[in-house]
């Protein structure tokens, strides 16, 4: 007698058996495949993501690059502004102190300006190099301005009394030499700075 199970022959479950094999077989083989496409277009994502990211890090680097150079441009114009600026201020310091130096009643301009123009951006700029540089360019400043103050007083008093305006011009000599004196010292350490390599 033939053995039944579940009212089939066991030739029939066998072969029942086998069709489920193969379909589980098919869909194992789909979920694989599935899998693999899935893990190739995460491959592909992820590839592409990494080469966003290069570039983005080629980008950057060259506008670190490009920044580099403009920092480097901008110091090397402070280096010259302030540098002409600190040559210009001292010779025109250097002029007035010899137009004072007569004991004849001097002979002043309409308008007195010892330091030039520009002196005050200067000495922005010298500030972002180097302080000490930059606290000597202003203290020349208030020397300078105080001695302008004294030449203008000076310019008011009758030349044929000598005493009233000898003591403005002793005044304005002081302050004219304080004010070589800081331009002196701005312009013997920036000179030393123009020297060194940039900083890091």
Known sequence: MEEKVFGLSV????????VANVLLVVVLTAINVYYAWYSKRQAEATRAQVDASNRQAEIAEESLSILRNQIQLQRTEDLGTVSLQLKVATHRVEDWLKR???DTYPQLPDEIKILPE????ATQRANAID???AQNMGAASLYA???ETNLNILRTQNPAQPQGWKEMQAKATKN????????HL???????EVDLPEKA
């Open 11 to 18: 030739n029939q479950v066998m072969a029942y058996a086998a």
């Open 100 to 102: 004072l130096a007569s």
């Open 176 to 183: 004219l030499n304080n004010t070589r004196y800081k331009l």
């Open 186 to 192: 701005a312009r013997a350490r920036w000179e030393a």
């Open 118 to 121: 520009d002196f005050s951006i």
């Open 131 to 133: 302080q000490v540089v």
């Open 145 to 147: 301005g105080e001695a």
